[in-house]
């Protein structure tokens, strides 16, 4: 059974720093997630990442994957307020790769 | 193309009542899933669907029935609605078979209150 553990669970931040979201996994996954979710509304595609050494940039973010050490990070260059939201990775497993979802990195900015 | 909808986007019942929830898309995809998001918690799996009359379990299915007649559509059942289902569920849909994209789509939600 897959499991996903993030951490850290809560992060704040000043505008301009940069920091890591990291997301471990326990078994097998041929694929990881990255999800973003503002208050109240939907979870919003980031990223997906399907090989190992795999790294993929938007903007200020930027995820990568290693299999080997089942660990995913998003890391988080020159912080703005606009990023202030959850952050979710999710693995793939099964034959149907359903994904089980990490609990969450609530991330605030603070000016 | 409106993706991903879910109805209704509110619903409050009470103990024992039971209703359906709505997911429907239009973006012919295989996989269909429904999820449930309580305070704090990430997403957790609640039934999921392969293509039309197949479903199976996912990590919390207790008190749930899905069934899936067409591509397009994959209502969410709850049989006796309990305090404990108080929660915002979220439906999605993914189409790597017919598109060769591993993107894993999400509806806006229902926000389900069981008085």
């Known amino acids: 059974e897959l499991k996903v553990e993030q951490n850290p669970l809560f992060l704040s931040m000043q505008e301009g720093k940069n920091y890591t979201i990291y997301c471990n996994y326990s078994?097998?996954?041929?694929?990881l997630y990255w999800y973003r979710q503002d208050p109240g509304k939907s979870l919003e595609s980031l990223f997906v990442?399907?090989?190992?050494?795999a790294v993929k940039q938007e903007g200020r973010l930027m995820a990568s994957l290693d299999t080997k050490a089942r660990l995913s990070t998003l890391h988080i260059t020159a912080a703005v307020h606009d990023l202030s939201a959850t952050y979710f990775c999710a693995g793939a497993s099964g034959s149907a790769r359903q994904l089980t979802f990490g609990s969450g990195t609530q991330l605030t900015v603070l000016p | 193309n409106a993706g991903v909808t879910q109805t209704p986007k509110f619903q409050v019942l009470k103990t024992g009542q039971s209703m359906t929830l709505q997911c429907a898309q239009d973006m012919n995809h295989e996989y269909m899933s429904w999820y449930r998001q309580d305070p704090g918690m990430g997403l957790r799996l609640i039934h999921y669907?392969?293509?039309?009359?197949?479903?199976d379990q996912g990590e919390v299915p207790n008190g749930y029935n899905v069934s899936r007649s067409t591509t397009e559509d994959f209502p969410l059942r709850l049989l006796s609605a309990a305090p404990s289902q108080t929660s915002v569920y979220f439906c999605?849909?993914?189409?790597?078979?017919?598109?060769?994209?591993?993107?894993?789509?999400f509806g806006p939600g229902t926000r389900l209150t069981v008085t």
């Open positions: 999605a849909t993914r189409g790597e078979v017919v598109s060769g994209n591993y993107e894993q789509y």
């Open positions: 669907s392969v293509g039309a009359g197949i479903t």
């Open positions: 990442l399907l090989s190992n050494g």
């Open positions: 078994t097998t996954s041929d694929r």
